[in-house]
């Protein structure tokens, strides 16, 4: 069965400096992996995902994240926060079970704040 | 908007009451799910459909929750007899098949159960 470990329930850092958000997963598939950002009052965003191409993969608004096999890690970071990025943050597997429903699972989520 | 729109936002219910919620998704995705959220947590998949067929529930879904999509189009998802348990928000999303993934999720439905 998949699941995803996000290692890390609250991120404070200071605009302008880099951004760590980490995630372990699990799989007995070769795992698709998303990052997900939900904004207070809104709706739940893909930010980047990984499907066994490119193992660095690029995001929107500047964020990445790396696919470590040996270290069955796929940890989130930008390199200069922006006040808008306070949100909350989910790593997600997806479920590749025979049925192949595209049904994500989701980690418990990670707060960063953003300080002036 | 052409968004995954959902409806209410906000249902402040008593116990022992039934509430449905209404998804509208993105009009060309066949596939809609239903998640749920509580407070501090990841969303939970609750059920799965593509199209009009109802192809996968989770074992979270009580015989209190029922859900329909019956033209392939907006979807309901309906709680009968509420308990206090079930406040949570209440996620729709939408995608296209073998879009892996690539969830489009709405803004969801809160309910409060008194």
């Known amino acids: 069965a998949q699941s995803v470990t996000q290692l890390d329930s609250h991120v404070s850092v200071s605009e302008g400096t880099p951004v760590l958000l980490r995630c372990n997963y699990s799989?007995?598939?070769?795992?698709?992996l998303f990052w997900y950002v939900q904004h207070p009052n809104k709706g739940l965003q893909l930010l980047l995902k990984y499907t066994s191409a490119a193992t660095l993969v690029k995001g929107i608004n500047g964020f990445e994240a790396e696919f470590k096999k040996s270290e069955t890690s796929f940890h989130l970071t930008k390199p200069s926060a922006h006040m808008s990025d306070a949100a909350e943050y989910f790593c997600?597997?997806?479920?590749?079970?025979?049925?192949?429903?595209?049904?994500?699972?989701f980690g418990q989520g990670t707060t960063l704040q953003v300080k002036p | 908007d052409t968004g995954v729109s959902q409806n209410p936002r906000h249902k402040i219910t008593k116990r022992g009451q039934n509430v449905t919620f209404r998804c509208d998704p993105i009009?060309?995705?066949?596939?809609l799910y239903w998640y749920r959220q509580t407070l501090g947590q990841g969303p939970e998949f609750l059920t799965y459909f593509q199209n009009e067929a109802q192809l996968e529930k989770s074992r979270l879904l009580s015989d209190r929750f029922s859900a329909e999509r019956p033209k392939g189009s907006f979807s309901t998802l309906e709680i009968q007899r509420t308990e206090q348990g079930d406040s949570a928000m209440y996620l729709c999303?939408?995608?296209?098949?073998?879009?892996?993934?690539?969830?489009?999720f709405g803004e969801g439905s809160r309910l409060t159960v008194l």
């Open positions: 009009s060309e995705h066949n596939r």
């Open positions: 999303a939408s995608s296209l098949q073998g879009a892996t993934g690539e969830l489009f």
């Open positions: 997600v597997v997806s479920d590749l079970g025979s049925s192949n429903t595209g049904k994500l699972i």
């Open positions: 799989s007995s598939y070769s795992p698709s």
